[in-house]
């Protein structure tokens, strides 16, 4: 390359990208880096906003190391996040075990055939889709999450993986709102929750 070039390159005020070896956290300490927004989206929901765990380098690091420990045992071919904060985490675990990575979107969103479930949420209905050829029969797939709450959203995610004969062998979240009863929804022996709340 030319000299010009080279001389730009030394004299760069960024440092080179390194990674760093990051403290461990233990749950309670990332629950504590979890905010709690009482009355939001609606009145009497108590809504918790894992958008100050994100910002904290540590804790998004200690969160997604923590959420891999099941998820490395269960073996899966594929990762599956749901939008949009599943996405989130969904992605960074694919990555870490040299995984694809599957979205199940809102309805309109995916540009492909799609196939389409409805819904409850703990404040209202929705319906999620995923794409006709995103995953295979017989794949194994770990669904991730940020929060279990009644466990509707991840409920449906699970009849779209079927559809497509594809099957699930894990469930992974950040949190768990133990008192929305959302795990005795889902099969047994293959939810993982990070933080009880
Ligand atoms: P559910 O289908 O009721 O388990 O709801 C799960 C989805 O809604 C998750 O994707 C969460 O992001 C979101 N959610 C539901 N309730 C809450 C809550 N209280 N705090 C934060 N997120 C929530």
């Known amino acids: 390359c030319s000299p010009q070039r080279d001389e730009g390159w030394r004299r760069s005020p960024r440092p080179p990208p390194r990674s760093r070896k990051l403290p461990q956290v233990n749950p309670e300490q990332l629950a504590s880096k979890v905010r709690t927004i009482p009355d939001f989206p609606k009145p009497g929901i108590i809504f918790r906003d894992i ?27 594929v990762i599956v996040g749901i939008e949009s904060r599943g996405f989130i985490f969904g992605a960074p675990i694919a990555h870490a075990l040299g ?31 995923l794409h006709r050829d995103a995953l295979t029969p017989g794949q194994r797939v770990v ?13 449906g995610t699970i009849r779209l ?18 008192a929305l009863g959302g795990r005795s929804r889902l099969p047994e022996g293959i939810v993982s929750a990070i933080i009880p709340f």
């Open 143 to 155: 669904i991730v999450d940020d929060v279990l709450a009644t466990g509707g959203t991840v409920a």
């Open 161 to 178: 993986v079927e559809q497509l004969g594809a099957t699930v062998v894990g469930i992974s979240f950040l949190a768990e709102l133990p």
């Open 51 to 77: 958008t100050t765990l994100l910002q904290d380098a540590e804790a998004f690091n200690a969160a997604i190391e923590a959420m891999l420990v099941p998820i490395r045992a269960q073996k899966p071919d």
């Open 99 to 129: 995984l694809g990575f599957v979205p199940v979107r809102k309805l309109g969103k995916l540009p492909g055939e799609t196939i389409t479930v409805e819904y409850e949420l703990e404040y209202g209905k929705n319906v999620l889709e």
